[in-house]
């Protein structure tokens, strides 16, 4: 009897078209090396972007005050996205809290208003859907790579 099976896993695709005996036998050990190529692969994308944003950002410095004039701090999503990107560029930072973005945009008078405290939460959401942030784990916030490359060029 003829068996086809495909697996997708990011980059890595995988098609077989053979016999059923070979898939009971060796579907295991197929699944542990693609999910192991698969996982090997990741880490070396995630280091390579690693490697760029460390490029990029090792000449941007200032106050969350300044990075929100060179992006534009007009409204809480600019204000926001100056204070991740203090964060993520100045801080060394990979990840935030929510009280730490908060803080970072207390810190930007200028910028900063009161309603933004009360409506942080739409904010943030709003910036998750977007795609301008993500959110890694509950409650812990970082740029998004795109974004990552775009700010980080803008702002060097």
Do not use: H, W
């Amino acid at each position: 009897m003829t068996s086809k099976i495909k697996i997708k896993m990011g980059a890595i695709e995988i098609e077989y078209e053979g016999s059923e005996d070979f898939l009971k036998e060796e579907l295991p050990e197929l699944l542990s090396a693609v999910s192991n190529l698969y996982q090997k692969s990741a880490n070396v994308l995630k280091t390579e972007e690693s490697s760029t944003v460390q490029a990029t950002n090792t000449d941007i410095k200032g106050t969350t005050s300044t990075l929100a004039a060179k992006l534009g701090g007009g409204t809480g999503a600019d204000l926001c996205m100056a204070a991740i990107a203090r964060v993520t560029f100045v801080l060394n930072k990979e990840t935030c809290t929510r009280k730490e973005l908060l803080d970072e945009m207390k810190s930007a008078k200028a910028y900063y208003k009161a309603n933004y405290s009360s409506n942080l939460t739409k904010i943030i959401n709003k910036l998750v859907k977007d795609g301008k942030l993500m959110e890694p784990s509950a409650g812990s916030y970082s740029l998004s790579a795109e974004n990552r490359t775009g700010i980080g060029a803008q702002l060097a």
